[in-house]
Every structure is written in C-alpha cells, then in structure tokens.
T-cell receptor
Framework: DAGITQSPRHKVTETGTPVTLRCHQT?????MYWYRQDPGHGLRLIHY???????DKGEVSDGYSVSRSKTEDFLLTLESATSSQTSVYFC?????????????FGSGTRLTVV | RKEVEQDPGPFNVPEGATVAFNCTYS??????FFWYRQDCRKEPKLLMS???SGNEDGRFTAQLNRASQYISLLIRDSKLSDSATYLC????????????FGTGTRLKVLA
C-alpha cells in the first residue's frame, strides 16, 4: 500500500557518469522533496517541488538537478557523479507546505559512486 | 552551533524502563516540531507532532519548552520494538521555509 516508491533501491556507478533517481507517488500530493542522509549530518534537503514544473533548491543542491513533469513523478539527476555523492537518498511527500502534516518518505536509494 | 541538536546516544535501557530524549533548537522563531522514528536502513517515519501544550500517544509523550528552546520525547514501558533512532525535526520560516532534521538519538532496548 506504499504511496511513494523510489527506484532504483541500490545503485553503484562510476565517477563522472550521470545518474537519475526516480520518485513516484500515488497520493496526488503537491509537495515532493529529495533528501540525502549521511552520518553526522542528518537529512539534508537537495531540491523540492511545489507543483508540476515548479522546483526550488535546498541547502545542498550543487551537482544535482530535478524535474517534475507530472504530479506523481519527481526525478533527481546527478549530472556527473562524484564520490562525495555516495549517500542514501530519500524522497518525501507532503500534503501541503504547512509541515504540520509531516512528511512521508520513500524507502530510499543507496547510491555508491566508485 | 547546529540549528537542531540531539544527543546521539546510544541510550541502552532495559525493557519496561522509561527513557527521555531532548532536542534543542537555536531559532526562537521555529514554528512546528516533530519526532520521527527511523529503523536501521529504513526510511524515517513520522512518530508524532509536538504541540505547545504537550501531547501523548499511548506510551509516548512529547513536550515543547519554548523558553528554553527544546523539545522532549518520553517513552514509557519500553519495548524491544522501540529500538530505533529518533529524529527531532524543527520547522522554521525565516525568509524561506526550513524543515531541519536533527542527526538522531539511538535507542536500544535490552531484554
């Protein structure tokens, strides 16, 4: 009954290659987010979207781009992967920008850049 | 100073014990507060929101102290299944919105 799925779940890629992670939701939520989680840093926002074709940068957006052509899909692209982008990536959705709703997270993508 | 700080733990407690975690935040303009639970190698899941008056959900109680700028989570009658990392989240609007995660406090409940 997962309302949010991420793909792939695991990926190993080489330095310098482009990588795209996908987030798909079935909840029709307007807001979608991409986070990365690294030891000692907690979850950090990469990019977020507040509607189709409406996106904005988060605190760690360098080296990443996003696209949202449909309500249900939010893509994160690492334009040229670097070892510092080895991380666990989580997508999240929320009903509105008032975060009293809280977020629902996807299961995550473990990305290793070698 | 980090915007949201948590003691990383681990807190090792026996089953049935009561355990409490605190989380401090630096921005007095912070508006909303949450606790999330994250199991090992899993995604975070919303545990509860934290209201100004304090709130309870079963064995879990959350409190907010705006004067001292911290929130707390109390777990009574700990279960083995409570073993997880607990993330504090603070929502602040200061120019732009910020939903800031703490690095988490790890709890291990021992049999």
């Amino acid at each position: 009954d997962a309302g949010i799925t991420q793909s792939p779940r695991h990926k190993v890629t080489e330095t310098g290659t482009p990588v795209t992670l996908r987030c798909h939701q079935t909840e029709n939520h307007r807001y979608m987010y991409w986070y990365r989680q690294d030891p000692g840093h907690g979850l950090r926002l990469i990019h977020y979207s507040y509607g189709v074709k409406d996106t904005d940068k988060g605190e760690v957006s360098d080296g990443y781009s996003v696209s949202r052509s449909k309500t249900e899909d939010f893509l994160l692209t690492l334009e040229s992967a670097t070892s510092s982008q080895t991380s666990v990536y989580f997508c999240a959705i929320s009903e509105g920008d008032r975060t009293s709703y809280g977020y629902t997270f996807g299961s995550g993508t473990r990305l290793t850049v070698v | 100073r980090k915007e949201v700080e948590q003691d990383p733990g681990p807190f090792n407690v026996p089953e049935g014990a009561t355990v409490a975690f605190n989380c401090t935040y630096s921005n007095s303009a912070s508006q909303s507060f949450f606790w999330y639970r994250q199991d090992c190698r899993k995604e975070p899941k919303l545990l509860m929101s934290v209201y100004s008056s304090g709130n309870e959900d079963g064995r879990f109680t959350a409190q907010l102290n705006r004067a001292s700028q911290y929130i707390s989570l109390l777990i009574r009658d700990s279960k083995l299944s409570d073993s997880a990392t607990y993330l504090c989240v603070v929502y602040t609007v200061s120019g732009t919105y910020k939903y800031i995660f703490g690095t988490g406090t790890r709890l291990k409940v021992l049999a």
